[in-house]
């Protein structure tokens, strides 16, 4: 029911836009944690590991957005405050880019939150179903069955809502539309219109073969050998 709910709210809304940039805050919170060994100790941190999972996951390659002097000012919290701001800087700029472009790129937010919904929600439903298949061995382990597919099946969900939102962030943030290269039509230089207006075949001279000539048939023969006998 909640995961229908949420779908049919992306669909009836006009623009994702707003719901995608509350994800923000969580998803940056999470590329920066998973960089740095300590939150309280900022010289301990590895700022090349830490400005490659930024650019990895948020910014553009070469931001370098954690400077030595960034570090050793900037505590964790004001951190992560300060780079989002600049995520949301540089996400705003690029959808305005395309915008001049002509491409809506709110349209693009839509399907690809539809996307990740629609596919992990297939995966969820695949996994849930192997779950209750086996979920009645555990009563061997003096466990009850019941309780645990409960639990476990809560676990998987919430797995499932985090997945979706951060990759749907994710490809978003780093996504870049390509335009693709229309294929040239090529005119048939043996098609001709004729006088009723309609496009007829030419007819095509076929060359005369010798006699003496390489039968065309592959055998190895001259044709006066081969074919020109039949």
């Not at 998973?34 to 590895?46: F, G, R, Y």
């Not at 705003?92 to 629609?118: A, H, M």
């Not at 219109?193 to 190895?220: L, M, W």
Request: overall charge negative.
């Amino acid at each position: 029911e909640v995961m229908y709910a949420e779908r049919m709210k992306v669909i009836k809304q006009d623009n994702v836009h707003d719901d995608i940039l509350k994800l923000l805050p969580d998803f940056i919170r999470y590329v920066v944690s998973s960089a740095v060994e300590s939150e309280n100790k900022p010289e301990t941190w590895d700022l090349d590991a830490l400005n490659k999972a930024i650019e990895m996951k948020l910014l553009p390659q070469g931001s370098d957005f954690v400077t030595k002097e960034r570090a050793s000012n900037w505590d964790f919290e004001y951190l992560l405050e300060k780079l989002g701001e600049e995520v949301v800087n540089v996400y705003e700029e690029k959808i305005e880019r395309y915008k001049e472009q002509g491409v809506n790129f709110l349209d693009v937010e839509k399907v690809v939150l539809l996307k990740n919904i629609d596919t992990k929600w297939i995966d969820h439903i695949d996994s849930m179903d192997q779950l209750r298949k086996g979920i009645s061995l555990r009563a061997y382990g003096q466990v009850d069955p019941v309780l645990e597919y409960k639990k476990e099946g809560f676990e998987m969900f919430e797995d499932l809502t985090t997945s979706i939102q951060d990759d749907t962030v994710s490809l978003l943030l780093k996504a870049e539309l390509r335009k693709v290269p229309t294929l040239q039509k090529q005119e048939d230089p043996n098609l001709q219109t004729n006088q009723e207006g309609s496009t007829v075949r030419r007819p095509v001279a076929k060359k005369k073969i010798g006699r003496n000539d390489p039968c065309p048939c592959g055998s190895g023969k001259k044709y006066k050998d081969c074919c020109a006998l039949k």
